[in-house]
């Protein structure tokens, strides 16, 4: 599998597509970005087919990154950070943006930039397919989330659930695959391009949408690797603890005081 997306290169044609928004959602179809300078044009609600101009993107001079600058009257989520109108922010490939204020009813699109035949600095990358799995499905990661520090990856349907349960249960939360404290958990952008480029290599390796749709249900890491799931763990553990032991919250605010301590 060649694998050259986030390469540097030499200019080319300007008719070329050099780059392109990706829907997670795979009813609506690719935006193709073509001109150094583009206003974007396409839908943002997945309520309504109607589109609209929302954002500038213009390609950086490196070749690979561009400038996105918000035109429409909402905020724009751009890798969880919100860009408000007329401000300006640096895409790179992978990049996930939300045209709205909020993920709910709003798309997301991923900006991908395209390989050319006139690079000159190839990466090739050859990955074995088993190497892209989840541990707990045994499919291809869908979504997938890297957890810290031991580095193993999981869909994120898969991990959230293992999660909700482990906090049910536990007050802290172990890898699945490796059982070391989990410290951190956060949606992965590079390996969700992997992910992506080994499905179309294999599309036998492909989940129905029933399965896709199912996985998402259980979905619940939001953001980067950047969020302690050690406070995240503990805010719901004090939370159900809460609901079940009302009688005994102060304990529990010490146990997860303590052990937050520990932990941080
Ligand atoms: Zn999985
Ligand atoms: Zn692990």
Not at 207 to 223: P, Q, V
Request: with cysteine; charged share 25%.
């Amino acid at each position: 599998m060649e694998f050259g997306e986030c390469s540097s290169g030499s200019n080319s044609s300007s008719n070329e597509v050099w780059a392109k928004l990706v829907p997670s959602d795979s009813r609506y179809s690719d935006v193709e970005i073509r001109s150094n300078e583009m206003v974007i044009c396409s839908e943002i609600t997945s309520s309504s087919l109607e589109k609209h101009d929302w954002c500038k993107i213009t390609r950086n001079s490196d070749q690979s990154s561009a400038m996105m600058q918000n035109k429409s009257s909402n905020t724009i989520l751009v890798d969880e950070a919100t860009v408000l109108n007329e401000d300006d922010v640096v895409i790179n490939c992978g990049s996930e943006i939300i045209p709205g204020p909020a993920r709910q009813g709003y798309l997301s699109y991923r900006f991908k930039l395209m390989p050319r035949e006139s690079f000159t600095r190839w990466l090739k990358v050859c990955i074995d397919a088993e190497h892209a799995k989840c541990s707990i499905c045994l499919n291809v990661w869908h979504d997938v989330v890297t957890v810290a520090p031991c580095l193993h990856n999981f869909c994120n349907g898969c991990f959230s659930e293992w999660l909700r349960r482990s906090q049910e249960r536990h007050a802290s939360v172990l890898c699945p695959q490796c059982r070391a404290v989990v410290q951190f958990a956060g949606r992965n952008h590079f390996l969700r391009n992997i992910e992506e480029d080994v499905l179309q290599a294999d599309s036998s390796l492909k989940r129905s949408d029933e399965e896709i749709t199912l996985l998402d249900s259980y979905a619940s890491i939001k953001s980067n690797l950047e969020k302690s799931i050690v406070e995240r763990g503990h805010t719901q553990f004090w939370m159900l603890k809460m609901k079940l032991q009302i009688s005994h919250v102060l304990n529990v605010v010490i146990v997860s005081i303590s052990f937050t301590i520990t932990c941080l």
